[in-house]
């Protein structure tokens, strides 16, 4: 067996070891620790009622399934994004893309509940991405005239930034007590995930996954440059839009059910092109996804048991665990261009 493939197997088998650990964990712990026992028998069927089934079936799982969806699509959006501007450091959270689609998705609930009406999982999804693709616009407007990508990842927090404010100020402002809850979710958060929601993000995760799947080898032609990639016969254009089009898709989808999540985009692509040694989008991408699902997991784990029964917001964790990385990452990046 040739070694850079037995590496591709041995880096996947770890996280796949990793994944098993970190949903065990989750399952057991929280604010009521569960025995193993206790869940085995819940899992098989044994015990279908009391208040150990109800934190399982309708308060644990859905979380941990939503975590793992949501982190990996996360992931993903991330890379796609790396691989579209040709930066380490491009990700949907450093560009504004999230905060754009928290600020669609806080002005969209608070104009529907003031009329009484609830958005549905459908609207959100729907107003997220339409927030995704206008801060996504913006950053392309300024990449125009704007070719240092240092400074575009700048003009890109900046509008995080300002959405971000905007959707603070609408939210401290708001009366009902419904649009008062969006505090939290604004913060980053996998509380209250029901089966409905698991279903939806379930269907477009795995659709935009799939579809950036079968784009890898047009992805790996296009990483060794749009030349390259032409005489290969890629649509560079095409190739474009359908990497805006996936990439929006995927971060609104997290920031409709859990928020804005940060450094999970950037950070997750790098540690596993770290560990499998290879850029090659065939094995990144389901590699993205996996180990985006492992991470955000074990950073919600840690999010809802340290404090228990306090919960702090995941965004907290994430960017205490991940900025790390991403510095590592830089100075990398640094040092390579001496």
């Given at each position: 067996m040739k070694a850079?493939?037995?590496?591709?197997?041995?880096?996947?088998?770890l996280i796949f070891i990793l994944l098993g650990l970190v949903i065990w964990w989750n399952i057991c712990s929280g604010s009521i620790s569960l025995t193993g026992e206790q869940i085995r028998q819940i899992l098989l069927g044994d015990q279908e009622?009391?208040?150990?089934?109800?934190?399982?079936?309708?308060?644990?799982?859905?979380?941990?399934?939503a975590a793992l969806l949501l982190g990996g699509a996360l992931s993903v959006s991330g890379f796609l994004l790396?691989?579209?501007?040709?930066?380490?450091?491009?990700?949907?959270?450093?560009?504004?893309?999230?905060?754009?689609a928290k600020?669609?998705?806080?002005?969209?609930?608070?104009?529907?509940?003031?009329?009484?009406?609830?958005?549905?999982?459908?609207?959100?999804?729907?107003?997220?991405?339409?927030?995704?693709?206008?801060?996504?616009?913006?950053?392309?407007?300024?990449?125009?005239?704007?070719?240092?990508?240092?400074?575009?990842?700048?003009?890109g927090i900046m509008i995080g930034y300002i959405c971000s404010a905007i959707t603070d100020f609408c939210v401290t402002f708001a009366d009902d007590s419904n649009i008062v809850n969006l505090h939290n979710w604004s913060l980053g958060s996998f509380s209250g995930m029901t089966w409905q929601s698991v279903r939806l993000m379930t269907v477009l995760v795995l659709l935009g996954v799939c579809v950036s799947f079968?784009?890898?080898?047009?992805?790996?032609?296009?990483?060794?440059g749009e030349a390259y990639a032409r005489n290969m016969g890629v649509r560079i254009g095409l190739l474009r839009v359908l990497l805006i089009l996936l990439s929006s898709i995927l971060s609104a989808c997290v920031t409709a059910f859990a928020g804005p999540i940060s450094f999970v985009g950037i950070a997750v692509p790098h540690?596993?092109?770290?560990?499998?040694?290879?850029?090659?989008?065939?094995?990144?991408?389901?590699?993205?996804?996996?180990?985006?699902?492992v991470i955000t997991l074990f950073c919600d784990g840690i999010a809802r048991t340290v404090f228990a029964p306090t919960e702090i917001s995941i965004s907290s964790v994430t960017a205490v665990l991940l900025v790390p990385v991403v510095l590592v990452m830089m100075l990398k990046k640094r040092r390579g261009s001496l």
């Open positions: 850079g493939r037995k590496r591709y197997i041995l880096s996947f088998l009622n009391g208040t150990a089934y109800n934190i399982i079936w309708e308060i644990r799982l859905p979380r941990i399934l790396q691989t579209f501007f040709g930066n380490p450091i491009a990700g949907p959270y450093v560009l504004g893309i999230s905060s754009g600020l669609v998705v806080a002005i969209t609930m608070i104009a529907f509940l003031r009329k009484g009406i609830t958005l549905s999982s459908w609207g959100m999804v729907a107003a997220a991405f339409l927030g995704s693709l206008l801060a996504m616009g913006f950053v392309l407007l300024v990449s125009v005239r704007v070719h240092d990508m240092s400074m575009l990842v700048v003009c079968l784009l890898a080898k047009p992805i790996s032609a296009y990483q060794m540690l596993v092109k770290t560990l499998t040694k290879t850029a090659k989008p065939l094995l990144l991408i389901p590699g993205c996804f996996l180990g985006g699902a």
